[in-house]
């Protein structure tokens, strides 16, 4: 397999959207990572490449936690796509770990997620750290969070916030 990781390019788009429509079954993700775009929500936008075709994308956006303090913006990993006939081959894992790399060279502290943790604990993501970040998606044992260095979440408590092109999703 001559998997390739790397930074969206704008003629990605195209296949970045089919990526999505094909991994949910549906357009409503696929609307999304075109809405973060062109709102400027982007921090982190990688590709899975196989001989130069697209195959998954993972997008990283800044979401905000509003607590009785002030507010802290951090990252928010969604959505997390792979072909129906890739998946389970690894792409997806190489996906989030290179993701999660690109995110430690950025300003933001902490990244949250919802979805499996049977899958996402393996990054380190941990519904523990998110319990005290209330979720606009319900509570859960999907809700996690994982600090880009140890401490980040210290003492950090609030309802976190996303950008508007999530509210579909609420």
Known sequence: MNLK??????????????????????????KLVAALRAGGYITVSLVATLNDNVVGHILFSPVMIRSAVG???????????????????????????????????????????????????????SPALACSLKSPFGDSDSWMAMELFPGALSGIAGSVVYPPPFKVFE
């Open 71 to 125: 507010s802290i913006e951090i990252l928010s990993l969604a959505p997390l796509a792979v072909l129906p006939e890739f998946q389970r081959q690894g792409i997806g894992t190489a996906l989030v770990k290179m993701g999660i790399e690109a995110c430690k060279a950025t300003r933001y502290s902490s990244i949250v997620v919802l979805g499996d943790p049977a899958y996402y604990t393996q990054f380190g993501f």
């Open 5 to 30: 990781i790397r930074t969206e390019f704008g003629d990605d788009h195209e296949a970045i959207q089919l990526v999505h429509e094909q991994a949910f079954g549906g357009l409503a993700e696929a």
